[in-house]
């Protein structure tokens, strides 16, 4: 899914309302085929993974100090629009 990742990323990034990072890992690499997208993966269709990382970025994910005032409501409408982008872009 290499040409399938650079095409996403690169579509998000025009957006310009929101970093992105890339990392095309293997599927042998441990925690990388955590998801429902293994399925299709094995089935030989392309996919990406797209996360926030919030597990990397936030002591307080999954806890009960993980509430609605501490959200970055502004940051979560770009990447939508970044998203929206993506979708707009691959359904063409």
């Not at 094995?42 to 501490?70: E, K, Q, Y």
Request: proline share 5%.
């Amino acid at each position: 899914s290499r040409a399938l990742l650079r095409r996403v990323v690169g579509t998000f990034r025009a957006t310009g309302r929101l970093p992105a990072e890339a990392l095309l890992v293997p599927s042998w690499m441990p925690g990388t085929i955590a998801s429902d997208h293994e399925a299709l993966a094995r089935a030989g269709v392309p996919v990406v993974l797209v996360t926030d990382t919030l597990g990397w970025r936030s002591d307080h994910a999954g806890t009960g100090f993980d509430t609605p005032d501490r959200l970055d409501y502004e940051s979560m409408a770009r990447a939508t629009s970044g998203l929206l982008a993506v979708l707009d872009a691959l359904a063409r």
